[in-house]
């Protein structure tokens, strides 16, 4: 028994349907991120690098510095210029030096952006370019803030599995990630909480003596 032009004429329409739908994804999937292409604010690689060792100095002075007895609250600012100089400059040096670091096969390049929701990370992968919004959840008295993805992105097509870009490089944050370290003098920093804006985000940290002090 063959099937009647009705059936015929229906099994078409769905097939045309999902050729339509499948198309669209594509095509949404190949459509970056406004805020990919514009184009990086150093003149040069070895500007780059300058702002990436700045950055990374500046983190590390205020994160070492010796600070009054007992706990001790104090900020920083990260600009998104210069978390990217970081990831362009200093972070294949990393990659270079520590062969253990995880770096997912076709990733060419990695970039964020900060605006009033969050921070984006994003990543070339293949040809696509694959982010994940980053959301944070301020602390407590005595808990540190909570990183968690907020959502994943295939260019403008959503993707169900939230963890994406971040969990490729740090397994960790496949799922909430308390925001405290331990320093080698036996304190420990926390973050309190993130203040995010067009570009740049403020951390409110927190510097704990260390437990026997």
Same mark, same amino acid.
């Given at each position: 028994?063959?099937?009647?032009?009705?059936?015929?004429?229906?099994?078409?329409?769905?097939?045309?349907?999902?050729?339509?739908?499948?198309?669209?994804?594509?095509?949404?999937?190949?459509?970056?991120?406004?805020?990919?292409?514009?184009?990086?604010?150093?003149?040069?690689?070895?500007?780059?690098?300058?702002?990436?060792?700045?950055?990374?100095?500046?983190?590390?002075?205020?994160?070492?510095?010796?600070?009054?007895?007992?706990?001790?609250?104090?900020?920083?600012?990260?600009?998104?210029?210069?978390?990217?100089?970081?990831?362009?400059?200093?972070?294949?040096?990393?990659?270079?030096?520590?062969?253990?670091? /995880?770096?997912?096969? %076709? $990733?060419?390049?990695?970039? *964020?952006?900060?605006?009033?929701?969050? +921070? @984006? !990370?994003? #990543?070339?992968?293949?040809?696509?370019?694959?982010?994940?919004?980053?959301?944070?959840?301020?602390?407590?008295?005595?808990?540190?803030?909570?990183?968690?993805?907020?959502?994943?992105?295939?260019?403008?097509?959503?993707? /169900?599995?939230?963890? %994406? $870009?971040?969990?490729?490089? *740090?397994?960790?944050?496949?799922?909430? +990630? @308390? !925001?405290? #370290?331990?320093?080698?003098?036996?304190?420990?920093?926390?973050?309190?909480?993130?203040?995010?804006?067009?570009?740049?985000?403020?951390?409110?940290?927190?510097?704990?003596?260390?437990?026997?002090?």
């Amino acid at each position: 028994m063959t099937a009647g032009p009705r059936a015929w004429r229906r099994a078409f329409l769905v097939m045309l349907v999902a050729v339509a739908a499948l198309a669209a994804a594509t095509a949404a999937a190949r459509r970056a991120p406004a805020w990919w292409s514009e184009p990086a604010p150093w003149p040069s690689e070895d500007a780059a690098l300058e702002t990436a060792r700045g950055l990374e100095q500046g983190i590390a002075s205020e994160t070492t510095r010796v600070r009054a007895r007992g706990a001790e609250d104090w900020s920083v600012r990260v600009r998104a210029a210069d978390l990217n100089a970081w990831l362009a400059a200093r972070l294949p040096q990393w990659l270079e030096h520590d062969r253990s670091l /995880p770096w997912p096969e %076709g $990733v060419k390049r990695v970039r *964020v952006a900060i605006d009033a929701d969050g +921070l @984006a !990370l994003a #990543a070339d992968w293949n040809g696509f370019v694959v982010t994940t919004r980053w959301a944070v959840e301020p602390g407590s008295p005595g808990a540190p803030a909570t990183l968690r993805a907020a959502g994943s992105s295939v260019g403008s097509l959503p993707i /169900p599995f939230a963890a %994406g $870009v971040g969990a490729w490089f *740090v397994p960790e944050l496949g799922r909430p +990630l @308390a !925001l405290r #370290a331990r320093l080698g003098d036996g304190r420990s920093v926390s973050v309190a909480d993130v203040e995010f804006a067009d570009g740049e985000a403020i951390v409110d940290c927190r510097t704990d003596a260390r437990a026997d002090g």
